[in-house]
Nanobody
Framework: VQLQASGGGLVQAGGSLRLTCAASGGTLSRSSLAWFRQTPGKERDFVAA????????SYADSVKGRFTISRDNAKNTAYLQMNNLKPEDTAVYYCASSAMSTVSPLQYAWNSWGQGTQVTVSS
């Protein structure tokens, strides 16, 4: 499965963006999905995940209450709705998938990665 993240851009603090992760070459319906983000010189950090049965989600403490992960299996797509954005949310955002039923915050739990999309939040 190939993943492609999109929807990034420049937004003012307090604004919103919705990121999209589109899959090709396979189905996401039985894959768990996650979003990570990375800033220059730092490790890739966990943002959110949704298990393939969609019965469980997990969020990093820094985004709880502001970000929402969701999926549309019919469209083979996952989303990250980001509200009340802050300058510290500025990063390249990556989507990832796993054949396991997981919401792990660890990178090695996710075996397929898409290219990132840049999110920049101005103060």
């Amino acid at each position: 499965v190939q993943l492609q993240a999109s929807g990034g851009g420049l937004v003012q603090a307090g604004g919103s963006l919705r990121l999209t992760c589109a899959a090709s070459g396979g189905t996401l319906s039985r894959s768990s999905l996650a979003w990570f983000r990375q800033t220059p010189g730092k490790e890739r950090d966990f943002v959110a995940a949704i298990r393939w049965r969609a019965s469980m989600t997990s969020y990093a403490d820094s985004v709880k209450g502001r970000f929402t992960i969701s999926r549309d299996n019919a469209k083979n797509t996952a989303y990250l709705q980001m509200n009340n954005l802050k300058p510290e949310d500025t990063a390249v955002y990556y989507c990832a998938s796993s054949a396991m039923s997981t919401v792990s915050p660890l990178q090695y739990a996710w075996n397929s990665w898409g290219q990132g999309t840049q999110v920049t939040v101005s103060s």
